[in-house]
C-alpha cells in the first residue's frame, strides 16, 4: 500500500528528554513537512524539505530539529528546549505543485 | 501578514441537510485551493480542490465555490450525514510558494440526528 506513515502513535516524553518522532512515505513525493496542532487548533508548520539533504524552518521551528537524509525519511526530533512540546504532530509529503497527504499523526505527551 | 482564516469555528446541522463552511482569505495572489476533512485523532484527509481560474468545482454530495472578488472559498456538502461530522480546514497557495500551503484555523461540522 502507497501512503504516509508516522510512528508512534502515542509517546509520552519526561521533561528534559529528546524524542524522536518517524514519519515514512512511499509516495516518491519529492516534499515532506512537519506540522503540529493544539487542541482545537488549526495547523502550524515546524520544518519542511522541499529535496533530499535540504530542510528550512517554519512559523515555529524553536526547539525542534529534522533530518532529510533519504527521500522516504523525514524524522523529527523534539528537543528538551521545546517548553511545551505536548501536542498531536502531523507529517505531511507532497508531490511538487500539488496538494499535500497527511499522515495518521503522532500524539505526544510530556509527563 | 497573509492569512487564511474562517467564518465560523462550529456549525451544527440536522442531519439531512446541506451544510456550508466559509473561509475568507487575504492574499489576492492565491491560486490553488483545497479543502480538508480531519476527524478527531486523525491526519486531515483532501476533499477537495480548485484553481483560480475556476469559480466552482463539484465532487461527491461536496461542492467548492470561489468568489476571487471578495476573496472568499466555501465548501457545501449535500445531504449531510453523521459521517460528515469533523473539522473542515481551507489552505491556499501561490503559484510561486511551491508546495507550501497556508492552512485556515478550521470549523467544527457536528450533524445531529
Known amino acids: 500500500d502507497g501512503g504516509i506513515t508516522q510512528s508512534p502513535k502515542y509517546l509520552f516524553r519526561k521533561e528534559g528528554q529528546n524524542v524522536t518522532l518517524s514519519c515514512e512515505q512511499n509516495l516518491n513525493h519529492d516534499a515532506m513537512y512537519w506540522y503540529r496542532q493544539d487542541p482545537g487548533q488549526g495547523l502550524r508548520l515546524i520544518y519542511y524539505s522541499q529535496i533530499v539533504n535540504d530542510f528550512q524552518k517554519g512559523d515555529i521551528a524553536e526547539g525542534y530539529s529534522v533530518s532529510r537524509e533519504k527521500k522516504e525519511s523525514f524524522p523529527l526530533t523534539v528537543t528538551s528546549a521545546q517548553k511545551n512540546p505536548t501536542a498531536f504532530y502531523l507529517c505531511?509529503?507532497?508531490?511538487?505543485?500539488?496538494?499535500?497527504?497527511f499522515g495518521p499523526g503522532t500524539r505526544l505527551t510530556v509527563l | 501578514g497573509e492569512s487564511v482564516g474562517l467564518h465560523l469555528p462550529t456549525l451544527s446541522v440536522q442531519e439531512g441537510d446541506n451544510s456550508i463552511i466559509n473561509c475568507a482569505y487575504s492574499?489576492?495572489?492565491?491560486?490553488?485551493f483545497i479543502w480538508y476533512k480531519q476527524e478527531s485523532g486523525k491526519g486531515p484527509q483532501f476533499i477537495i480542490d480548485i484553481r483560480s481560474n475556476m469559480d466552482k468545482r463539484q465532487g461527491q454530495r461536496v461542492t467548492v465555490l470561489l468568489n476571487k472578488t471578495v476573496k472568499h472559498l466555501s465548501l457545501q456538502i449535500a445531504a449531510t450525514q453523521p459521517g460528515d461530522s469533523a473539522v473542515y480546514f481551507c489552505a491556499e497557495t501561490t503559484n510561486n510558494a511551491g508546495n507550501m500551503l497556508t492552512f485556515g484555523g478550521g470549523t467544527r461540522l457536528m450533524v445531529k440526528p
Open positions: 492574499n489576492s495572489a492565491s491560486d490553488y
Open positions: 505531511a509529503s507532497s508531490p511538487r505543485g500539488l496538494e499535500q497527504f
